[in-house]
Structure formats: C-alpha cells, structure tokens
C-alpha cells in the first residue's frame, strides 16, 4: 500500500520531469548498470520517435552486449552474424530507399571481424546510419582485447596490457573511414553526461535526416564505458574513459557536409 | 509465341532471375560463374525490371547482403563456385536459422583448396548435408541442362517461400560454361512493396501501427526454445522430404543395373545407356532432380528389381552414402568417379559397370 | 541426326564463335544444340576448343570423347584431335602453321586454306566463316538460309552490317569444298 501512497502523491503529470519513449520496449534491459549502451538506445529511438518513423525504420543489431537490441527497440530489426551488419543494411536500404536503416555495433564487431563490411559499405557511401559503440572492449564474451583497446590496457587476453609491438596498436576506425569519399557526416559522441548524451542525440538525430539527401553514408562514434569489462565501479569507469579514451579518441566532428 | 535463345547456363539463370521478378542480386566474381554478375551488369535490370544489383567485396558481405535483403521480404539470389560457397556457409546457416527464402547458386569446380576451375560434383556434401554449422538443410536443386538453369530460378524461389529455407542451385562448370538452347519465359513484374508486406507478414519492412515488430534473428539463449525451435525446423524438413523429391528416369522399365547421376553425370550417363544397351546391357538411369530431398523410396523400390547401382559422380563417392542409406543393403551399391575437374567419358562409365558388376 | 563435331584452334580464331554460329542455325532449323568450351587460363593465348552436338533428338552428353568431324587450326589440336575422329569421320583443317599434315586413311581429309583466303579477300576476320562454308558444304546439316538468320542472331546488332562480308565468305568456303570434291 505504501507503494500505492507515494504514487499518488509524487507521480503527477505536472511532477513528470522524464519519460522514456514507447519506442523503447517494456523489457528491462540487459545491460550492467552504468553501461551506456541503455542510453545510446533511447537516444536512437528518441530520434525515431521525433522522426515519426517508427514504421519506416530498420535497425541492424550485432553480435556483441547489443546482440539483443531488438528486444529493447520497437521497431523491425535484423540480427546480423558478427561483423556483417553493414552488409545486411546494404541490402535492406537498397530494396527499401524510402526506409530509414541504421546498424548498431561494438567495436570488435565492427573495427575487427567486420572491418570489410564496414570500410566498403562506407566506401559505396550506402545511404545509411551506423551506430558504433565504442568501449575498448569485448563485453559479451567476458572482457578480451579489442581492436580499439587502449595501448597498456589490460584485458582477459592482454593479461599484462596491451603490447603494441606484438598486439598491434589501437585502430581509430572513425578515423580511418572519414577519408572514404562515400561517407558524409562521420562524428565521435560520448554519453557520459547530460550534456554529453544531448550532443550525441542531435548528431544522431543528424545521421538518421542524412538518408533523406542520399548524399552518403553518416558514422556516429560513441565512446562509451564497459565498467565489468574495464573492472571497476561505474562512476570509476567513466572517469577513467575521460583521463584514457578521450584523450586517444577526441570527442567532436571528424567529417562534416560542406553546407 | 516461344522465344528461343542460345546461352550458356550462367547466363541462364541471370536472365531467368531479371524475367523471374527477383528483387536483388549480390555476388563476387569467381570462375566459373562470374558471367552470371557480368550477365546481369550489362542487362541494366535497374532499368529492365528495378531489380537491384550489387558486387559485393566479398563473398561473405554478398551472402550477408541476401540475408538482408530475404529479412526484408523481397526476392534474393547469389552465386558463386566452390571456394565462395565454402565462404558463404556463415550466412547460409543463419538465413536457415532465420528461416528466410533465397536462392544460392553453385557453379562447382574441383577442389579442395582453391583446386580447379573446371567442373567437379564434390559439393555435395556440403550441399545436401547443410554446409555450415547446426542441425537445418537447404532444399537442392541440381539442373543437368542450361534450360533446367533457367527454369529452377522460379521453381527455387517457389519452394524457397513455400517452406521459408534457402534452396541451393547445385550445378558445375560443365553446365554453367556450355551454350544450349533455351526457351525463356514471360517477363514478371517485380512485387510491389505492398505485396511484400502481404506475402511475408514477418519481415523487416517498418513496423505500421497495427503489427507487433518483426524480428529477424536466429539466437535464442533458452535451450528449451532453442530445442522446440530445431524441432520445427526437422518438422520442415521431414515435410519436404515427403512432398518435394524430384527425379526423373531413363530406360529403367527392364533394366538389371542402373546409373545414378545428377546434373552433368547424368548428362554423360544418358549416353552410357543408350552405349550399354547397344552391347546387349539392360541399363537404365535415374536422375535425381532433388538432391535434398534425395529419392530414396524410389530406389528402395528400385533395389528389389535391379541388382546394382552404379553412383556416378565427379567425386571421390559422396551421393553413393545416400544412396546406400536408401537401399537399405538390399543389393550392391558401387562408385564409379573422376575427380580434379575431369569429367568422364560415356564409354569408361560403361567400363566401370562391367568391371564392377558383371 | 546427330552431328558431334569438335572445332579447336589457338584462342581469338574465332573457334567459339563459329560454334555459336553452327548452335544458332540449329536453333533456327528447330534442332537441339549444345555448344561446350574449354575455358579458364589456357584460353588467353593458349589453344581453345568447343564441342558442338547438334542433332534432331534430345542431346545425351556434351562431353565426348570421339568425333563426326574434326575442324582443326593450329598444330596443337591436330596432334591432339586427329585420333579421336570416328572411324569414316571428316577432318577440315587449315594448313597454315601446320607442320604435320593428317595421316589418317580411315577418314575423309579436307584442307581448306582458309587464312590464305581470307587475306585475298582482305577480310582476315572472315576466316572462320570459310571454314564454316567448308564444313556445310560437306556436312549440310543446316541450310545456308538458316546459316544466315544464325549468324545474325549471333551477331550484336552493331555488326549486323558485316553480315555480307560473313555471308561472302560462307560462300568461298563452300566454293573451294566444292572444287575439290570436283577434282
């Protein structure tokens, strides 16, 4: 009954300061909390939602911590094998133009077994969103090394950190793919904070209104947390991602259209 | 009026997907198949029919691109010879998972490793037996004619969205580089996105108001679900294997042994009848059409009147253990191939049934 | 009928292409074809060689092992083919370059000079088609007026004008066939 009793009294219509979209199912999710995957979700569907586009949006999810998205999203999604997501959007956007389609993928998905996918579907400038993830880390299998892992970064098989000479160095795949002529609006976000997450909407929001001129392909980076991966509390890991990963992967524009 | 053209088979089944109505393409260039991108490239079926055609960077990205394209509802396709075909297990496998229609086309060559670029049969295996990893199948279709490779481009689509499973074209070199004549059919118009949305309930076309999403997907972390799911999916297969073997017999009314041969084999095999019968043999053939679903009640039948078969394949002995399955040891079974890319000749066929049989 | 014909010569000879030609008159004539290359690498400069079959019936393999008749350009497929010709089968071949006649008394030989033709009638990529008059003149499987509508099908049709020229040269093949059979 207490329960009963604070609703009543607090949660009023003129109380409600925040409310998740309905494009975000009634499914809890999965995620470990602090992960930012939770809010780079909502932020996608927020978009949706302003957009009106429930009906004409096709997300791609992965194989990694967002390999189930599609039970968060409520919209048509695909689950793609590792790493081929852009190959699925590819088609998807080319049999439905008038659909709005996005990937969302990790960093081993995406700048390691799928980095083919990923560098020609930009290359083609494929009129599409993709999402990518990034936290240094592979999270679902349980904290191995990724291809943006940070140099010194110790993970399950960088035990000792990650030695450049024999493990390679970080790949700034954004980067990389912001040279590519087909790409037309490449970006690095973070959603740490507030105003972090509010940047990253509008840049998302941004990506998603690009399929409408066909100009391109839009890339938007997020530099996230993986505080089980990283081992450490939430407020630790995002604190740490500000003193290690910023500073190795800039926040801000990479490539943006000629207006 | 039927029009008539001469072509060679990969360019059959290009011309035959763009009539069709199909909706997407996505391939690599490999011989020797790759007139079969040519083909459709120098068509501009963009401009012909809307249909969308794509040179992937890989085999891998084309077969993920089909599984793309098939969770969306539209009618997709993609070819390739041996090694890609080996590459596009990965994607196979989940559009089985995802129980999505598309139709995979193998012009195979010998192998293994990157082998040769001439003819071989030694796919089957990797065909009929599912390819990639899990329990599923595909449906497989195998032409022995540059008319059956038009022609299996609209019967592979029928019964691809009939049980939502992939089908595979399983062909070779031989029938894929030869010219013969070809009766090509009516132009198709392509389905309208409407009719998409009508015929394939589930797919990823935009959830409207008055659905539930679609989620095309083949994870399912309960093991439960997981087991009742594969359990549908035998279910699927077992009703193909009833209702879908195709095959069809040469000169099997009298005969004592018989060939069995698909695609180019049997091509070769129709010539060692008519040169066994001329030597007094009562030879016949039978010609399975449906490697999966394979005609095992007919060579059941088969084996209390004949009293051997000869499997003829261009391989080491690979439809010789369905063979044998089927004829549950009634009679001997024996194989008679070439391998590396060599097809054999009428007469070393005949040789063999000599040699093994009499 | 069944025509098995074997035609081989070095690659950019025109070998492939006068066996289009012969499936496409068969077509047209409402015969069954089937027409088979060797293909892949050894075609780029190497030897090239197709099996035609052409016949009224349902074609069995188009993989044979021996042969009506045998049209042979280079020395490579003479070596190579004259034995697999059936016994009172036809060879046609063209003697330039070749340094080792036939030698076979169970088969009828024909020695059509067609690169020496063509090059009179200053048309060297009409060679194939001499060879061509040569075989039906010999072996009248088709009827020159289907041998006409063939080539035109075969033809894209920003060649078409070079049909007289094909079709001339057609004719000399099937004139210097029929001087030696006259002699």
């Known amino acids: 009954m207490a329960e009963n009793v604070i609703n009543k009294d607090i949660v009023k219509e003129e109380n409600l300061v925040y409310k998740k979209t309905d494009l975000l199912t009634e499914k809890p999710l999965s995620y470990c909390p602090g992960c930012g995957h939770g809010t780079v979700h909502r932020l996608v569907m927020e978009v949706v939602e302003e957009l009106e586009a429930q009906d004409k949006t096709v997300g791609v999810a992965p194989v990694g911590c967002s390999v189930l998205a599609y039970e968060f999203m409520d919209i048509d999604m695909q689950q793609a094998a590792h790493g081929r997501a852009p190959a699925l959007a590819t088609a998807i956007k080319r049999l439905f133009p008038e659909n709005y389609v996005f990937t969302y993928q990790g960093d081993g998905d995406l700048a390691a077994i799928g980095t083919a996918e990923t560098i020609h579907a930009c290359n083609r400038g494929e009129n599409i969103t993709i999402i990518f993830v990034n936290n240094g880390i592979y999270g679902m299998t349980g904290g191995q090394m990724a291809p943006t892992t940070l140099p010194g970064m110790k993970s399950s098989t960088s035990p000792y950190g990650r030695e450049v000479h024999s493990m390679g160095a970080p790949m700034k795949i954004t980067e990389l793919v912001a040279e590519l002529p087909g790409t037309y609006y490449v970006t690095r976000q973070a959603v740490h904070t507030p105003a972090a997450a509010r940047k990253a909407k509008k840049a998302l929001k941004k990506a998603f209104e690009n399929q409408k001129l066909q100009k391109g392909l839009s890339f938007v980076e997020i530099v996230s947390n993986c505080n089980s991966g990283w081992k450490m509390t939430p407020v630790q890991a995002n604190q740490w991602m500000v003193d290690n990963m910023f500073p190795f992967y800039p926040l801000g524009d990479i490539k943006v259209p000629e207006e | ?358 | 009928m069944t025509e098995e014909i074997i035609i081989a010569g070095f690659g950019g000879q025109g070998v492939l292409s006068m066996g289009k030609i012969m499936c496409y008159s068969g077509i047209v004539q409402g015969q069954e074809v089937t027409w088979m290359p060797s293909y892949g690498p050894e075609m780029r400069g190497g030897t090239a060689n197709v099996t035609v079959i052409i016949s009224d019936e349902r074609i069995s393999s188009p993989i044979i092992s021996e042969y009506d008749t045998a049209i042979i350009l280079n020395q490579q497929s003479m070596d190579k083919f004259e034995s697999m010709v059936k016994p009172g089968g036809t060879l046609i071949y063209d003697g330039n370059g070749i340094t080792r006649h036939p030698e076979r008394k169970d088969i009828s030989i024909y020695r059509v000079d067609a690169a020496a033709e063509a090059a009179k009638m200053e048309t060297t990529k009409t060679f194939n088609m001499i060879v061509l008059g040569g075989f039906l003149k010999i072996k009248p499987i088709v009827k020159m007026e289907n041998v006409i509508a063939g080539l035109k099908k075969s033809l894209p049709e920003r060649y078409h004008h070079l049909i007289p020229v094909n079709e001339k040269a057609v004719n000399r093949g099937t004139e210097i066939v029929q001087e030696m059979q006259k002699a």
């Open chain 2, 1 to 358: 009026m039927k029009e008539l053209r001469l072509m060679k088979g990969n360019e059959a089944i290009a011309e035959a997907a763009i009539r069709a109505g199909v909706d997407g393409y996505f391939g690599y260039p490999i011989t020797p198949q790759s007139e079969v991108l040519e083909y459709l490239m120098l068509q501009k079926p963009e401009e012909r029919t809307g249909m969308v055609v794509l040179q992937a960077e890989s085999e891998v990205a084309a077969i993920n691109m089909v599984y793309g394209g098939a969770g969306a509802g539209k009618m997709i396709m993609t070819s390739s010879s041996s090694p890609g075909i080996s590459l596009k297990q990965e994607g196979i496998t989940y559009i089985a998972g995802a129980e999505l229609p598309c139709l995979i086309l193998n012009v195979v060559r010998g192998g293994p490793g990157l082998g040769t670029i001439q003819p071989a049969q030694s796919d089957y295996f990797q065909s009929v037996k599912g390819g990639g990893h899990g329990d599923y199948r595909m449906i497989v279709l195998a032409p022995f004619s540059v008319q059956e490779m038009y022609d299996f481009v609209e019967t592979g689509f029928d019964l691809a969205f009939k049980y939502r499973t992939p089908v595979m074209v399983l062909s070779d070199g031989a029938i894929g580089q030869m010219m013969e004549k070809v009766e090509v059919g009516e132009q198709k118009q392509r389905l309208s996105n409407e009719q998409v949305k009508e015929r394939c309930p589930w797919a990823t076309t935009g959830k409207d108001a008055n659905r539930e999403r679609n989620i095309i997907t083949s994870l399912d972390l309960d093991p439960q679900q997981q087991e009742d799911f594969n359990h549908h999916l035998q279910a699927k297969y077992k009703e193909i294997e009833e209702k879908e073997v195709r095959f069809e017999e040469i000169q099997t009314e009298d005969a004592e042994y018989i060939f069995v041969a698909y695609g180019t084999s049997s091509r070769i095999c129709q010539k060692s009848v008519q040169l066994a019968r001329a030597k007094g043999l009562k030879v016949g053939l039978l010609r399975p059409i449906t490697l999966f679903p394979f005609p095992s009640k007919r060579l059941l039948e088969l084996s209390k009147q004949v009293k051997g078969i000869l499997s003829v394949e261009m391989s080491a002995g690979q439809m010789i253990e369905d063979i044998k399955l089927a004829v549950e040891c009634n009679i001997p079974v024996e194989h008679f191939g070439r391998m590396g890319g060599i097809i054999p000749s009428p007469e070393e066929v005949v040789e063999a049934l000599e040699q093994k049989f009499l």
